[in-house]
């Protein structure tokens, strides 16, 4: 274990891991903080700038998003009254009624300083709870992996929008999508129409790109162009010279931080929650135990500080999953399962054994990212402020610019640049009809992970489709994914209900 | 003019899954004495199956439970979209026949004429992103992206 840990810091403490870890948050407070950018689309277009990375630096630097992301939503939900991110959603409750009243600078020190703390303990709860889970989990064989792949597929009840039935076609979709081009165990050819290009199928990268971050620059560059007038402008900086939260007031709000980070790890550690649940289940929890309920939606620092830290603590909870059982917490870790493949990691219990330095590693560099949030938080908040009403006439074209290079550097090929095209196509009309494509991008990455399991149970099983039930743990499984269904879709009508403003909260 | 989503969904998925369907036999060649439920048909079946089943449900919930969210599908939105869907599409041409920073500047300019953004400041920095995103990825992380006259 010593060896481990010491192979784990001469991992970690590289000059290069630390100057990308700096850079992604960085980044990642600017994605946050631009109404319009999500998280999602900054993890996706910055995927293929990993691939000359080790594996190590590259999921590091794509957690530093992440994490600098959760917070960089709360700058515009405090300072415009827009969440940059979904999770943000519930910081706009008392952010902005607080930097209405001059207190811009308190609010954004209070959503800092509880989204290091909810980060840093979210991730140390991963450091010291995964192994114990991934070791219960080492016993699983191929139907418990068929299992846990279809119980990763339930956070389609969470990112369905308005429509679970939707919600399964738009996975069937990715699925579809997923089993195009040579199948791996058998070597069978599918619908690939004869034509060379679709042998290898679609890749995922540029599946991601067309479906996800072009779409959304066609979807915004449509709704720019309806759009009357701009924002109205402020200037926001002004708004940043009152004193930011002192001692006392830190003192107030811890006790609101933990429950929050309490809630939000057993939250996102459940899939298809997300911190958008979880940020609005802590902020009820805190204004039903508050000693001040009346100042909840005025300008509450526990409202702000109930927010802020669970949706920081998501990022780590909902890591618990994917690295230990191989299945994502929310649409964002979905896409960092994704960057696992691609850069020769499979997520799941044997993570723990096989690739056990390198898993330490990121956990330690998730932690690390929370540390570097915190300087640069207070060191940055005020000039990145700045730019939150960036016209999306220069963003589109740059996320687009970003998009053809990405999808082009996945293997060099034109082929795969001018596919993201009519993926977009298939995006855009999609999202018109109320499709989300999020349960498509699952069906994409979980797609292949239920098909190698499936068949592989059929064959030591003889054919027998009642495998899945027949092995207790499988079977459990299924139950579970069942429960964590129905409960998924009680708690979003629950919370949509009571904030209607809440909708496909899940990112 | 304003559409049933889930009638209209429901009709696109039963026919899309229909037509997998039917082109699985000649698209799924499995040669030898495999089991169908051990084979490479299996998992696409499956899916296109409940394709069908749950485009079904749309059109029940749609017709029978008058569930159904209608969506605002508006011409001049529609324009916007597909003009930009053409701009996608020249961009991806331009790269191809000229290489990522000529295709790039043309992109920019193609989209300052649908946006009708004069600003100069505006096309300037995207210019320089254009060469910034170049040599970010070509020098910087050393991954290629089209060269001009290199056609692939």
Known sequence: MDNIALQVLGQVFTLQNGFFAIASVFLGIIIGAIPGLTVTLGIILFLPLTYGMTPITAIIALLGIYVGGCYGGSISAILINIPGTNSALATTLDGYPLAAQGKANKALSTSLFASVVGGFLGSVILLFAAQPIATMAAKCRSPEYFSLAIFGLTVIAGVSGDSIVKGIISACIGIFISCIGLESLSGTLRYTFDSLLLFSGISLLPALIGLIALTQVLLKSVEEKRKASDLEKVDYVEKLKDPQINKKEIKSIMKTILKSTGIATVIGAMPGAGGGVASFLSYNEARRTSKHPEEFGKGSLEGIAAAESSNNTVVGSAMIPLLTLGIPGDGVTAILLGAFILHGMQPGPKLFTDQAVETYSIIVGLIICNIILYVLGRLFTKQISKIINISYKILGVAIALFCFAGAFANSGSIYEMLLIVPLAIVGYYLGLLGFSVIPMMLGLILGPIVEVNFTRSMIVSFGDPLIFFKEPISCSILIFALVFTILIMRMNKKIEGENPNSEGMSE | ?152
């Open chain 2, 1 to 152: 003019m304003r559409v049933r989503s889930n009638l209209v969904s429901g009709i696109i998925f039963i026919v899309f899954g229909a037509v997998l369907l039917l082109l699985m036999d000649s698209q799924i060649i499995v040669y030898g004495d495999v089991k169908f439920i051990e084979s490479a048909k299996v998992i696409p079946f499956f899916v296109e199956l409940l394709m069908i089943v749950c485009g079904a449900i749309l059109i029940i919930q749609s017709l029978f439970l008058k569930k159904e969210k209608y969506v605002e599908i508006c011409w001049d939105e529609q324009k916007y979209a597909l003009t930009m869907i053409g701009i996608f599409a020249v961009f991806a041409a331009l790269i191809y026949f000229t290489g990522f920073i000529i295709g790039g500047i043309g992109f920019i300019v193609m989209m300052a004429l649908f946006f009708k953004n004069r600003n100069l400041v505006h096309i300037l920095i995207l210019t320089v992103m254009v060469i910034f995103i170049y040599f970010l990825f070509t020098q910087v992380f050393h991954i290629s992206l089209p060269r001009f006259g290199e056609v692939r």
